[in-house]
């Protein structure tokens, strides 16, 4: 009985001993495995990096756990220059990937980025997703670890392109960035690379040429580049206009097109490209100064009287008809001379003219033996019949002709001005285009010279502000003869329902240039 007592409770003993030893066993063979793993993802981090571009100085490392990558790098196990190093593991239960920039067994960049990808030397594309106002949202940003410089986009992708240049791209555009510059280069549609040397951004109807460096080797947008053989390239430049307001405000600046016409709507113009496109240019111009001015009524120069008034001056005149009215007097003709009388029949101006014109300044030109001269109301003779064209005066002042020159004389018949004139010609304004030797000049209402004929061309918008041209260039000079805008223009359009001057840069012809070949 003892006996087996003692056997139960030593089979007892054994088989609690057994469990014992395999739970030991399990611990040790488990902790083993689990060594073996992390040895193996160490050896598998540091000799097979996942290489999603492959470089003698970067690897692409994935770890499982955030213990891995600390043991790896406290025992400085990296071996390139630089480690892009991915984590993968979960947070409740999802997966997620957490990716940093390890240098020199230092870590650069926490784990905060969702992929970081080597681009050039010491740079690298990061791109982080994060929500922000119940937005997913995607930030990307260039890294420059030796200035520890980052860089950061609003965009929707960027692509790295070559030597420091990425492409970066937005919901509604995109363009090329160079991270040594800083400089960014103009939005384009479409991008070309031409013969290795050149990138062709292309927007709409427009392309500009880029060197190697993203800078513009064409100064200007041009329609088509022609490659005619290895080394020689020609560009089609667009045509370059600014507009002007009548009183000097420059309110558009190379706008480019092939030709440009004037819209009958305010402040629109028509612009038409590439011989076939059409495009049309608004502009909101706030104008206060614009009034609407009723047409001045037009007078009738038939004077009408009644029978007995008619029949009254008849009988006391006795002139052989009677014409218009002037200033409340009466032109009448008498054997074959002109006078002016009153409405009653008091004579005025006797009748003793070839002819006689009507007041102006109260001042008529009369004939008198084949030339022309003025009188006043006083029947004063102020000018003596000398001329062979005399108009009327305006604010003091008469253009008049001897045959040979034309002048601006005063009522005391006085020449205005210090020189003369081969012709004239009265502007919209009142004012006068004055010729001298086939040149331009103005001259005010009044017959003093506002700008001497020295040039080739002038208009008068019926402002302060002239068009002049000089050296077949188009410029703009003030009434004070200042020069607004020197003759940098090739052609112009005077816009008269928006009082605007349309002036054309110089026509640029194609643009030839040639690359030395290798």
Known sequence: ????????????????????????????????VTSAQDTSTTVSATKNPIAANTSPTVSYLHFNSDSVFNRVLQNKLFTRTYSVVSILDTLAGVPRKRTGLVQANKLILPFESD?????????????????????YTVLYSIYQSTSAYRTQFKANHIDYLENNLYIVQSATSKYIYNSSTKQSSPTFDHIQKIDTLFYQLTTADESILLDRAAKPFISSPYKELFHSNDSVYNAVLFNEWDIYKNT??????????DSIKPSKRF?????????NSYYRWDLTIEDTTQKIHSATKNFSTQFNISKFSYDTIKLTLKFDSAYYQSDNWLMYKKAGAYGYC????????????DTITAWHNNMAAIRFKNKWGYINKREEMTVQPYYKIALPFYNGAAAVFDGKRWMFISKDGKNINSITFDSIQQTSSGRWYIFNKGLYGLCETNGRELIPPIYEYLLDGNSDLFVFRKDSLYGLI???????????????????????????????SSLLFILPTR
Request: glycine share 2%; charged share 25%.
């Open 248 to 257: 000097g405000e420059k309110i558009l600046s190379n706008l480019r097109c």
């Open 115 to 135: 992929s970081i990808q080597h681009t050039f030397k010491d740079e690298f594309i990061c791109r982080t997703s994060f929500f922000a106002r119940k937005k």
């Open 478 to 508: 003030e009434k004070d003869r200042t020069i607004r805008c020197k003759p940098t223009y090739d052609q112009f359009i005077y816009d008269t329902a928006n009082a605007c001057y349309l002036l054309k840069h110089i026509s640029q």
């Open 342 to 353: 009153d409405t009653i029949g008091n004579v005025k101006i006797s009748h003793q003219y």
């Open 1 to 32: 009985m003892i006996c087996l007592i003692w056997t139960s409770n030593l089979n007892t003993c054994v088989i609690k001993s057994k469990k014992l030893i395999f739970t030991l066993f399990f611990c040790i063979a488990t902790l083993l």
């Open 267 to 275: 402040s629109r113009w028509n612009l038409f490209r590439n011989g």
